[in-house]
């Protein structure tokens, strides 16, 4: 299969978007590197639902300085760092293929995590990481959950297998999805 | 390369007063948040009525802009905000304000509507729990 290549420096994600994305960094680097200092990795995304978007299949080499990697344990369960490190790679995603910004927090309720839009029309986007393997159960899931958000807006997910270093990134327009 | 297109909800017409205040809102979110997840409750409830005073403030001024369902969206997430705080009289009367809009779309009005149900009720079982442990 076809792939193209894209590099992206992870600390830009907070001057990409408007959300306070830099408190994401820590949390995917201690992700993606463990207890290595190793200041880089390689990721396969799909996208999914794009379009004229090709090919579907890329790889992205992502990078960050060595003085971002946390140096004292960043407090919180291992759940809450696996979502938010995933969160991070959605910031950079969602900035290299569909180039919106990720603009605010969704309320609890929403069903679905940050707005983000193109300038002109807010959309959802909801984020999902796991340390597991199996993306395509957990990415079901939460395309329904999605959908199911109470504005009948359309929008993204973005699901991270941490242990296969997979990412998909998908487009859904709800109205029809959840018919 | 283009994006597809779908239905998204207006922001035309925002200002860089607004934005502003959409990034301030969702800093403080997500600061309530990592709070949230190291345990410190009281300083994430102190974010999140400042997110929620925001949040009022963003849904006036997209009613005076005519973005009436960006609006209810500032609206529900005050009213998620004043519950997460813990303020539940404050957030059942911004979701009492929202179901009075009758263009309120169904499928927000039922999920405002269960939402301000749901606060209610945890709002009685919490007063019965508070005022048994005092009669301990």
């Known amino acids: 299969m076809e792939h193209t290549h894209e590099t992206y420096r992870l600390e830009d994600i907070d001057q990409t978007h408007a959300i306070g994305a830099a408190l994401f960094v820590p949390f995917t680097i201690v992700r993606l590197c463990?207890?290595?200092?190793?200041?880089?990795?390689?990721?396969?995304?799909?996208?999914r639902n794009f379009g004229d978007f090709s090919p579907p299949q890329r790889t992205l080499h992502l990078s960050w300085?060595?003085?971002?990697?946390?140096?004292?344990p960043l407090g919180v369960s291992d759940r809450v760092i696996t979502e938010w490190a995933a969160c991070g790679i959605a910031c950079v995603v969602m900035t290299l293929y569909p180039g919106l910004t990720v603009r605010a927090v969704a309320a609890e309720g929403d069903r679905f995590d940050y707005w983000v839009d193109d300038g002109q029309y807010d959309y959802g986007l909801e984020v999902s990481g796991t340390l597991g393997a199996d993306l395509d159960t957990r990415h079901r899931a939460k395309v329904r959950q999605l959908c199911d958000n109470p504005y009948g807006v359309d929008g993204y997910v973005v699901v991270v297998s941490f242990a296969?270093?997979?990412?998909?990134?998908?487009f859904h327009r709800c109205q029809e999805e959840s018919r | 390369m283009s994006n597809p297109t779908g239905r998204g909800l207006s922001r035309q017409g925002v200002d860089a007063a607004f934005v502003a205040?959409?990034?301030?809102?969702?800093?403080?979110l997500l600061e309530a948040q990592l709070l949230r997840a190291q345990q410190q409750a009281e300083a994430a409830a102190d974010k999140l009525v400042e997110a929620a005073m925001i949040e009022e403030r963003l849904r006036e001024r997209c009613f005076t802009m005519g973005l009436r369902e960006k609006a209810f969206v500032h609206g529900f997430s005050a009213a998620s905000?004043?519950?997460?705080?813990?303020?539940?009289?404050?957030?059942?009367?911004?979701?009492?304000?929202?179901l009075a809009?009758?263009?309120?779309?169904?499928?927000?009005?039922?999920?405002?509507?269960?939402?301000?149900?749901?606060?209610?009720?945890?709002?009685?079982?919490w007063y019965e729990e508070l005022v048994v442990h005092e009669g301990e």
């Open chain 1, 164 to 170: 296969s270093r997979r990412v998909v990134l998908s």
């Open chain 1, 34 to 47: 463990g207890e290595t200092s190793a200041i880089d990795t390689t990721l396969t995304v799909e996208l």
């Open chain 2, 21 to 28: 205040d959409e990034a301030q809102k969702s800093h403080l």
């Open chain 1, 65 to 72: 300085s060595s003085a971002s990697i946390p140096t004292q």
């Open chain 2, 81 to 98: 905000c004043w519950a997460q705080a813990g303020d539940f009289h404050h957030a059942i009367g911004v979701c009492q304000d929202l």
């Open chain 2, 101 to 125: 809009h009758s263009d309120l779309p169904p499928r927000l009005r039922h999920r405002v509507d269960a939402y301000a149900k749901t606060l209610c009720t945890r709002r009685a079982q």
